[in-house]
């Protein structure tokens, strides 16, 4: 952020220029002060500061081009710059140039035309705006509109915010290559980026980034669970299953839950439990399909059931020691004994001489065995002292 010094350069029939730089001057507009304030065509070539929580469409534009974005955040400060945000051209921003060839993995390209510089910590969402001088049409290259992304420059690279086009854009009239709008998907702090811009949504981006995703038997239930890092557009997850990892048939589907801040860590955890397994072989796997229809696919996990291969224990109750049945103990990666909380109380990983739980309080606990091929079971063990 900039330092703001009251200074206003000039005024003429467009509008009113404040200082860019190192230390900016200030448009500020009151917390009750409406979004056509200088009415049609009139903008401020500069920095604008708007109090209050209300919507307000900032009048900001550059070289006589008006350029507004749209927030509610309290205290938020924006400015529009119509040049290349990779080039050393004029008076930059803090932390400045902003190198349009340095992209996160799910944005393959940045617009060269025009950024915006937001500033604030009260969280909003963003609309960017666009018109024929953007060239957004070149940008795009053959995608469709809603390809289009906001994106914002932090540590060192353009990244992706979520973000959907919108159908009637704040400019008026619906979103055309040639006059828009696109918005958050999310509110969050301005301070998150550095700078702001529209990018282009690689091909190849997946709607959900995946931390984990695991698959363990529980009696005679399948129980999958999966934690998200990122949730881009996502629209819903599909569970499928199948007996021989070639035909797939869904079994459940769920709906992101998530609406994670852009910038912040989403950390977002899901479960989903089969109620009737097949007997034998399940082969499982999450279709995570995005707003437009794209989709893609999670690794697979696998569990088995049926009476010949079912991993059991005794005895049950148990006051010191227990032994593992239905599996050699030299396929067993390890045994953990989980309280009703989930916190891991104990862990082995030579089960040969069996478990002892000695040291452990009595209670109800899981046990969950996971075999070296990754098959996992889990059953309830009572230990009594």
Do not use: C
């Not at 797939?248 to 994670?260: F, I, L, P, R």
């Amino acid at each position: 952020m900039s330092v703001i010094v009251p200074t206003v350069y000039g005024q003429d029939f467009q509008g009113v220029s404040t200082k860019r730089g190192a230390e900016i001057g200030l448009v500020t507009f009151g917390q009750e002060t409406d979004s056509n304030v200088l009415g049609g065509g009139k903008l401020v070539d500069g920095y604008v500061r708007k109090k209050g929580a209300k919507g307000f469409i900032f009048p900001v534009g550059d070289n006589g081009t008006l350029r507004p974005f749209k927030a509610s955040g309290d205290q938020t400060i924006g400015a529009y710059f119509q040049s290349d945000p990779g080039a050393m051209n004029g008076e930059l921003p803090t932390d400045g140039p902003f190198a349009t060839s340095a992209l996160q993995i799910d944005v393959s390209a940045v617009s060269k035309k025009e950024f915006w510089d937001i500033n604030g910590n009260e969280s909003t969402n963003i609309t960017l705006t666009w018109n024929a001088s953007s060239e957004i049409e070149n940008l795009l290259k053959k995608e469709a509109l809603n390809k289009l992304t906001i994106v914002g420059w932090r540590s060192g690279k353009w990244e992706r915010i979520p973000s959907v086009t919108d159908n009637v854009s704040i400019l008026g009239g619906s979103s055309t290559v040639t006059s828009g709008s696109i918005t958050s998907d999310a509110a969050f702090s301005p301070d998150n980026y550095a700078v702001y811009s529209i990018g282009l949504i690689a091909q190849d981006a997946l709607p959900v980034v995946l931390a984990s995703f695991n698959a363990t038997a529980v009696e005679q239930t399948a129980v999958l669970e999966w934690a998200t890092v990122s949730e881009v557009n996502a629209n819903y997850f599909s569970i499928e299953r199948s007996a021989d990892a070639k035909s797939w048939a869904e079994v459940g589907n769920m709906s992101v839950s998530s609406k994670t801040a852009p910038g912040t860590t989403p950390n977002a955890v899901y479960q989903f439990t089969d109620q009737n397994p097949l007997q034998g072989s399940n082969y499982y796997r999450l279709k995570m399909a995005d707003l437009d229809g794209s989709f893609a696919y999670s690794q697979i996990r696998d569990l088995h059931f049926g009476n010949g291969n079912t991993i059991s224990f005794y005895p049950n109750p148990v006051s010191d020691t227990f032994y593992l049945t239905g599996v050699n103990a030299s396929q067993v990666r390890n045994a953990t004994l989980f309280d009703r909380s989930g916190k891991a109380m104990k862990m082995i990983t030579d089960i040969g001489n069996g478990i002892s739980v000695v040291n452990v309080p009595q209670g109800i606990y899981m046990l969950r065995v996971t075999t070296k091929n990754g098959m996992s079971s889990s059953q309830k063990v009572l230990i009594e002292h």
